[in-house]
């Protein structure tokens, strides 16, 4: 089994900074597809960003230019930064990872708020 941990969510304004950590229990984030989801209330989840491991990374729209990710293998973790936030990202957001070897498996992380509210 395989647990994926997130931290540094909370309240902060419109405007502001939050960076998330997602810590992995195993060294799998060099051999998965590692990402990122979030969920409004009464929202489908959507995909934020993801990262192969080939390191191509893709963001949807509405995060471009405001939101990065990255990963540390050495250390098991992936991370988000997340810059001149709105209220729109308002949402839980989720550690996601699939690993490719020894077989394909999907892992979460139990989900972390993130509001933004002047």
């Known amino acids: 089994q395989v647990h994926l941990v997130e931290s540094g969510g909370g309240l902060v304004q419109p405007g502001g900074s939050l960076k998330l950590s997602c810590a992995a229990s195993?060294?799998?984030?060099?051999?998965?597809?590692v990402g990122w989801f979030r969920q409004a209330p009464g929202k489908q989840r959507e995909s934020v960003a993801q990262?192969?491991?080939?390191?191509?990374?893709t963001y949807t729209d509405s995060v471009k230019g405001r939101f990065t990710i990255s990963t540390d293998n050495a250390k098991n973790t992936v991370y988000l930064q997340m810059n001149s936030l709105r209220p729109e990202d308002t949402a839980v957001y989720y550690c996601?990872?699939?690993?490719?070897?020894?077989?394909?498996?999907?892992?979460w992380g139990q989900g972390i708020q993130v509001t933004v509210s002047s």
């Open positions: 990262i192969t491991r080939d390191g191509i990374i």
């Open positions: 195993k060294n799998i984030f060099s051999n998965s597809f």
């Open positions: 996601h990872a699939q690993t490719l070897v020894p077989l394909v498996e999907n892992y």
